[in-house]
């Protein structure tokens, strides 16, 4: 008797799948689960394992987490972006904390911060045995493929196709696994450009490869127009290189972590004009030097990036006001935004190593 699709997938994952710390026999630790999940989302897991590893040494358990100041918590996600995730993380963190206990089904999970229906799944199944499918980008993509499915990346209806189909391998393999391995074909078998399908092992079932076309499926969302922005930066030096940073506290994606003091410019404003305004604003009253410009990006946002460079020698610069911490910019104490390394790039006058020593 021939396999069948869920025996050919499982067998594909347990040769071929990379090695992950938080793929640990079932059931799995919730904790490491929730967080490798939250991490992973937008995110590739190049970046992700070192981050992950470093955060499950310094919260080592949901009670630790629940117990850390939110500046700490977002200081071990930097590097990774979308900062609101770790926030909701820590949120999630305390509810559970303060229960007293996790929540074992997929709605007690859904209730909490954060957890949407993938996260609420995959933890339930992974964690707690629950038989609810989880459904993420990389599930719905290979779905679509495999029926020829003109439905469009992210709808309702795919989804429900994509639970149809996790549900049935489910019930054939018996094993939660059979979710990680569908999860694994998207992300490096059946990717979004180039599927490399001779190395697929369902691609004799396969639909979207049947008909020549896999990559007509699924239709595309519609892409929601980015937004253009114009930053003006003051990158403030002390002598020993660390740098004038201030709490961003406007704004919900950068709120909470820590950059130079900017402003986001309107149409015909000029940078300098700007960034003088900074300057009184934090007591620096020194020359400043434009520095070459910076391109950043955040969510649907592109920002160029105009950053002023001065040298602080007065000590009470940016001491007055609250919400202020001089940090080295290549070993920052606090929680930054990505765009700090960048600037320093541009701005700072040590190198990386020189400001290790
Ligand atoms: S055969 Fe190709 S298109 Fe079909 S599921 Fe496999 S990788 Fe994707």
């Avoid at 770790?86 to 957890?115: K, S, V, Y």
């Avoid at 339930?124 to 495999?146: C, H, K």
């Avoid at 990158?235 to 709120?255: I, K, M, N, Y």
């Avoid at 610069?317 to 930054?336: C, I, L, N």
Wanted: one cysteine or more; hydrophobic letters at 45%.
């Amino acid at each position: 008797m021939p396999d069948s699709s869920a025996q050919r997938l499982l067998g594909w994952f347990r040769s071929s799948a990379r090695e992950l710390p938080w793929r640990t026999p079932f059931p799995r630790d919730p904790y490491a689960v929730l967080v490798s999940e939250v991490m992973a989302q937008q995110t590739q897991l190049e970046r992700v394992v070192p981050t992950f590893q470093r955060f499950l040494e310094r919260f080592p358990s949901v009670r630790d987490l629940a117990a850390a100041e939110v500046d700490d918590v977002l200081h071990a996600f930097s590097g990774l972006g979308y900062y609101r995730r770790a926030r909701l993380l820590h949120q999630a963190a305390r509810a559970i904390a303060d229960r007293g206990a996790w929540p074992t089904t997929f709605e007690g999970l859904r209730a909490l911060p954060g957890f949407g229906s993938y996260t609420a799944a995959a933890v339930a199944a992974f964690a707690f045995g629950g038989i609810e499918p989880p459904v993420d980008g990389n599930v719905a993509r290979v779905t679509a493929r495999l029926d020829a499915l003109p439905l469009i990346l992210g709808s309702g209806p795919l989804l429900k196709e994509g639970r149809l189909l996790a549900g049935a391998l489910y019930t054939d393999a018996g094993t939660p696994e059979v979710w990680e391995a569908l999860m694994e074909l998207g992300a490096t078998v059946c990717t979004p450009s180039s599927p490399t399908c001779r190395s697929c092992p369902l691609a004799s079932g396969c639909a979207g490869l049947s008909a020549g076309t896999p990559t007509a499926f699924p239709l595309p969302r519609v892409q929601r127009a980015r937004e253009q922005q114009r930053w003006a930066v003051l990158w403030v030096e002390r002598p020993d290189g660390s740098v004038l940073l201030r709490r961003v506290d406007h704004g919900t994606l950068l709120a909470g972590l820590w950059l130079p003091p900017f402003a986001v410019l309107t149409e015909g404003a000029a940078a300098l004009d700007a960034v003088r305004d900074l300057a009184r604003e934090n007591s620096f009253d020194g020359t400043l030097t434009r520095a070459a410009e910076v391109k950043h990006s955040i969510t649907h946002r592109d920002i160029r990036v105009l950053p002023f460079v001065g040298a602080a020698r007065d000590t009470r610069v940016g001491e007055a006001r609250v919400g202020s911490s001089w940090q080295q910019p290549y070993a920052p104490g606090v929680g930054v935004s990505s765009l700090v390394a960048k600037l320093a790039r541009v701005c700072a006058r040590k190198s990386p190593a020189e400001s290790e020593e």
